[in-house]
Antibody, heavy 116, light 107 residues
Framework: QVQLQESGPGLAKPSETLSLTCTVAGASTNSNYWSWIRQTPGKGLEWIGSIYYPGSTYYNPSLKSRVTISLDTSTNQFSLKLTSVTAADTALYYC??????????WGQGILVTVSS | DIQMTQSPSTLSASVGDRVTITCRASQSVNNWLAWYHQKPGKAPKLLIYKASSLQSGVPSRFSGSGSGTEFTLTISTLQPDDFAIYYCQQYNTYWYTFGQGTKLEIK
């Protein structure tokens, strides 16, 4: 059974960098696609980006200049960095994984609030 | 980006009903379309991929159809566990996008 768990600070200050980690159990990060998705009441579900071993990345063009997704196969984790955050980046952030570009498995989500 | 539009936004139905939700894409996504449902406080759950392929473990009362720009998700006989928000997602291009959601509520 594949399980994903997001971790990281629940609060970020405007203009700073939001950093989240997803720990994967029951599957290996040296295969499959691994993604970050966020959800807000206003914009709904928004795909942030995906990574495929050994490091091919695909980002939402509207966020691309601020996003980095990386993979650490030694710890079976992948990470999200989103720079220069604003209040508009306040959201419930999910990590997700799958065999393709849809999302078979999801973490429980982590709420990140951007506020000074 | 490809815009995904679902209809209706809200659907009221009763246990035992047959319901259909529609998802339209602003341009062709071939059959690269997935359906999810989401219950309060939970992450979305994959139901259908590649427009009509049932995800392992998902009940057979769920079915998907369509290609190009128009797709449907059908629940043949509604069960109490099915009341949730339903989303479509296209993955035809490397800018994956979701529909705005259809809330399926109890009549």
């Amino acid at each position: 059974q594949v399980q994903l768990q997001e971790s990281g600070p629940g609060l970020a200050k405007p203009s700073e960098t939001l950093s989240l980690t997803c720990t994967v159990a029951g599957a290996s990060t040296n295969s499959n696609y691994w993604s970050w998705i966020r959800q807000t009441p206003g914009k709904g579900l928004e795909w942030i980006g995906s990574i495929y071993y050994p490091g091919s990345t695909y980002y939402n063009p509207s966020l691309k200049s601020r996003v980095t997704i990386s993979l650490d196969t030694s710890t079976n984790q992948f990470s999200l960095k989103l720079t220069s955050v604003t209040a508009a980046d306040t959201a419930l952030y999910y990590c997700a994984g799958g065999h393709s570009s849809y999302f078979d498995h999801w973490g429980q989500g982590i709420l990140v609030t951007v506020s000074s | 980006d490809i815009q995904m539009t679902q209809s209706p936004s809200t659907l009221s139905a009763s246990v035992g009903d047959r319901v259909t939700i529609t998802c339209r894409a602003s341009q062709s996504v071939n059959n690269w379309l997935a359906w999810y449902h989401q219950k309060p406080g939970k992450a979305p759950k994959l139901l259908i991929y590649k427009a009509s392929s049932l995800q392992s473990g998902v009940p057979s009362r769920f079915s998907g159809s369509g290609s190009g720009t128009e797709f449907t998700l059908t629940i043949s006989t509604l069960q109490p566990d099915d009341f949730a928000i339903y989303y479509c997602q296209q993955y035809n291009t490397y800018w994956y996008t979701f529909g705005q959601g259809t809330k399926l509520e109890i009549k």
